[in-house]
């Protein structure tokens, strides 16, 4: 086993406040991660939520485990 660093740049983008005052903030990369928020900070945190959820494996929400050799990588975004 070998240490590897690696890193994944992300961009979130976000919407200008609509008439109730939400703000939309999507990761630009990774469709179907977007969430909303009062503030850009909660937009954000929501967002970045969204973004688990999507990158989490269908098998593993479902509390199963496929059979194949697997390799869990932990991505670390800072904001």
Do not use: C, Y
Request: overall charge negative.
């Amino acid at each position: 086993m070998t240490d590897m660093d690696a890193s994944v740049d992300l961009t979130v983008a976000f919407d200008a406040p609509d008439e109730q005052g939400w703000i939309v903030a999507r990761v630009l990369e990774v469709p179907g991660a977007l969430s909303q928020g009062r503030t850009r900070e909660e937009a954000m945190e929501n967002a970045l939520d969204a973004l688990k959820t999507v990158l989490t494996p269908d098998e593993e929400l479902a509390g199963k485990r496929p059979t194949a050799d697997l390799q869990h990588v932990r991505l670390v975004a800072a904001a």
